[in-house]
């Protein structure tokens, strides 16, 4: 069974370009996550989608970030314009049910300049 | 809000020898505690949980109880090989379930020969 895909893995940008990631879950999870990973910090939940609603996206910044899920499959994630603070890497995940059981891709990593 | 707290790393251990990381949480109600493992060049991956006080998740020889009086959670392995050499996560998610996960920072573990 495939796992999560993302792309591009790596990504270098200077500040106040545009990004975009993205993301193909696992063939018939319904649940679909993105997730940014500070350095030195634990993941934390940017949105999540069930389908292609959005379930949870309180901690995303609404002005500078926008995720779609369009058809309820794939997903992009954007960032527009870029700040420094936004390096990181950007974990997608995707889950079948809600036990807490989620599948994570091996993440883009972004660096901004 | 919630909160997981985890010991800093890294851990280096010599084959082996017994592990423990520490985890600690904060939260109303009765979330459900989870440690996820992730391998050099890999994505996140669960490797145990619990859901109620008192349960013990275990997976690979790796161990957690859920102790509700001490508000902790901590990993534990009798033997650890070179092959346990990762990043580990301890994570938690609301009561109400829905898999909206809060994550520690990470405890890296180096196992030496």
């Known amino acids: 069974e495939a796992g999560v895909a993302q792309s591009p893995r790596y990504k270098i940008i200077e500040k106040r370009q545009s990004v975009a990631f993205w993301c193909n879950p696992i063939?018939?999870?319904?649940?679909l996550y993105w997730y940014q990973q500070i350095l030195g910090q634990g993941p934390k939940l940017l949105i999540q989608?069930?389908?292609?609603?959005?379930?949870?996206d309180s901690q995303l910044p609404k002005d500078r970030f926008s995720a779609e899920r369009l058809k309820g499959v794939d997903s992009t994630l954007k960032i527009q314009p870029a700040k420094l603070e936004d390096s990181a890497v950007y974990l997608c995940?995707?889950?079948?049910?809600?036990?807490?059981?989620?599948?994570f891709g091996e993440g883009s990593r972004l660096t901004v300049l | 809000g919630n909160s997981v707290t985890q010991m800093e790393g890294p851990v280096t251990l010599s084959e082996e020898a017994f592990l423990t990381i520490n985890c600690t949480y904060t939260?109303?109600?009765?979330?459900?505690l989870f440690w996820y493992v992730q391998y050099p060049g890999e994505g996140l991956q669960l490797l145990l949980k619990?859901?109620?006080?008192?349960d013990k998740g275990s997976n690979k020889g790796f161990e957690a109880t859920y102790r509700k009086e001490t508000t902790s959670f901590h990993l534990e392995k009798g033997s650890v090989q070179v092959s346990d050499s990762a990043v580990y996560f301890c994570?938690?998610?609301?009561?109400?379930?829905?898999?909206?996960?809060?994550f520690g920072t990470g405890t890296q573990l180096k196992v030496e020969l």
């Open positions: 995940a995707s889950s079948a049910g809600l036990n807490g059981e989620l599948f």
């Open positions: 063939s018939g999870h319904a649940t």
């Open positions: 989608f069930q389908n292609n609603g959005v379930v949870d």
């Open positions: 939260a109303t109600g009765y979330p459900s």
């Open positions: 619990a859901t109620k006080a008192d």
């Open positions: 994570a938690l998610s609301d009561a109400g379930g829905g898999n909206k996960l809060t």
